[in-house]
Antibody, heavy 112, light 112 residues
Framework: VQLVESGGGLVQPGKSLKLSCSAS????????MHWIRQAPGKGLDWVAY???????VYADAVKGRFTISRDNAKNTLYLQLNSLKSEDTAIYYC???????WGQGVMVTVSS | DIVMTQAPLSVSVTPGESASISCRSS???????????VYWYLQKPGKSPQLLIY???NLASGVPDRFSGSGSETDFTLKISRVEAEDVGIYYC?????????FGAGTKLELK
């Protein structure tokens, strides 16, 4: 099992970014997936979850701004980040449904 | 939201000795299916979190049996027997019973 995030970077407040998580080594379409973030020097903060049937749930802090989605044909999970705020600065991890596998994380920095 | 409270914030252990970390949830994590949805993770310095224990007492794949999890509906314990240098890092408990999924603030384990 391997999860590889990409798409992070430095972005200005109010702008957008799209993260990707490429999955391999398991039947991606059969598993729900999470995005979990970690602000610098802080703890773990759950962001969003998408089920195998593409049902979605979000943390209140990102609801209406972030969108989780998946492309089973490409074995890829996405997180669209809109209207970014400085408090969204964090390492973003994708993780499989029971959090048994995590990616290496991708850094998102929101700053002017 | 379910609040996960960990104690202590940090622990210093002599190699070869045992260590225990506590986690308390603000609501029962026992599902009607009989499964208790508490998880334990270790984040080694500069690395992604790794799953140690799932559903309160099940050892994750590849995790040494020096690690064990136990508890009730709201009070949980991670025990590490015969602590080794590779066990250094921050330990988190988390709940996957209901969204928003939440984590404890973490317990830092250091060696004496």
């Amino acid at each position: 099992v391997q999860l590889v995030e990409s798409g992070g970077g430095l972005v200005q407040p109010g702008k957008s970014l799209k993260l990707s998580c490429s999955a391999s080594g398991f039947t991606f379409s059969s598993y729900g997936m999470h995005w979990i973030r970690q602000a610098p020097g802080k703890g773990l903060d759950w962001v969003a979850y998408i089920s195998s049937s593409s049902g979605t749930v979000y943390a209140d802090a990102v609801k209406g701004r972030f969108t989780i989605s998946r492309d089973n044909a490409k074995n890829t999970l996405y997180l669209q980040l809109n209207s970014l705020k400085s408090e969204d600065t964090a390492i973003y991890y994708c993780a499989r449904s029971q959090t048994d596998y995590w990616g290496q994380g991708v850094m998102v920095t929101v700053s002017s | 939201d379910i609040v996960m409270t960990q104690a202590p914030l940090s622990v210093s252990v002599t190699p070869g000795e045992s260590a225990s970390i506590s986690c308390r949830s603000s609501k029962s994590l026992l599902h009607s299916n009989g499964i208790t949805y508490v998880y334990w993770y270790l984040q080694k310095p500069g690395k992604s979190p790794q799953l140690l224990i799932y559903r309160m007492s099940n050892l994750a794949s590849g995790v040494p049996d020096r690690f064990s999890g136990s508890g009730s509906e709201t009070d949980f314990t991670l025990k590490i027997s015969r602590v080794e240098a590779e066990d250094v890092g921050i330990y988190y408990c988390g709940q996957l019973l209901e969204n928003p999924y939440t984590f404890g603030a973490g317990t830092k384990l250091e060696l004496k």
